[in-house]
């Protein structure tokens, strides 16, 4: 089977940084999405991750650590709008699973 | 930009009903997924096309649950009988086969179901 988990929920402070950490037990793993959801909205992709190693993308960066089971998604300069769920999912092949989710508050 | 058009945006019914949503992926997309999204949760794949065959639906109730997508383009899921626990936002998503790979799915608004 496969299995995902991350945090419930986390909360930062505009302006930090913040890391949501996914572990996940999966058969025929190939790579590791994150997407963001705001509350109400569609998912939307942010990153991918097939390869060991950290990706970046503007404020966003994701890690991967195969060996590990293991990736994160990293969120630089937290603004209001990063408040929202974010899900991370694996891809085995031609099947993406996601994990329950993490909600993100940011505080001004 | 291309977006995944889903309808209704909201259904409310009562137990024993029939429902039904429809998707219109984006254009040259060949995957179709609809996952189901409980609240709080993350979405849950309920049935994969590519193109106009099934190609994973090992997660579809379906006693209850059909889903069609007869000429490879939209497609239609439907709920017969509807029962409390489908309450949910139903999601449709689609994808090119190079996208798949890279995880990079997208998402239409959803349609949220309430049954009474």
């Known amino acids: 089977g496969q299995s995902l988990e991350q945090p419930s929920e986390v909360t930062a402070v505009e302006g930090a940084i913040v890391q949501i950490n996914c572990t996940y037990q999966?058969?025929?793993?190939?790579?590791l999405s994150w997407y963001q959801q705001h509350d109400g909205g569609a998912p939307t992709f942010l990153s991918y991750?097939?390869?060991?190693g950290l990706e970046e993308t503007g404020r966003f960066s994701s890690f991967l650590s195969r060996s590990d089971s293991y990736g994160y998604l990293l969120l630089q300069e937290l603004q209001m709008k990063d408040s929202a769920s974010y899900f991370c999912?694996?891809?085995?092949?031609?099947?993406?699973?996601f994990g329950a989710g993490t909600r993100l508050f940011v505080k001004a | 930009e291309a977006e995944v058009a889903q309808s209704p945006r909201y259904k409310i019914t009562e137990k024993s009903q029939a429902v039904a949503f429809w998707c219109d992926p984006i254009?040259?997309?060949?995957?179709l997924y609809w996952y189901r999204q409980i609240l709080g949760q993350g979405p849950e794949l309920l049935v994969q096309f590519q193109d106009e065959s099934v190609v994973d639906d090992s997660q579809l109730p379906k006693d209850r649950f059909s889903a069609e997508r007869l000429k490879g383009v939209d497609s239609t899921l439907k709920i017969q009988p509807a029962e409390l626990g489908d309450s949910a936002m139903y999601l449709c998503a689609s994808s090119t086969r190079e996208k798949e790979l890279t995880g990079e799915l997208f998402f239409g608004e959803g349609s949220r179901l309430t049954v009474l």
């Open positions: 991750n097939a390869l060991d």
């Open positions: 999912a694996v891809t085995g092949g031609f099947k993406t699973i």
């Open positions: 999966t058969s025929g793993f190939y790579g």
């Open positions: 254009s040259g997309h060949a995957t």
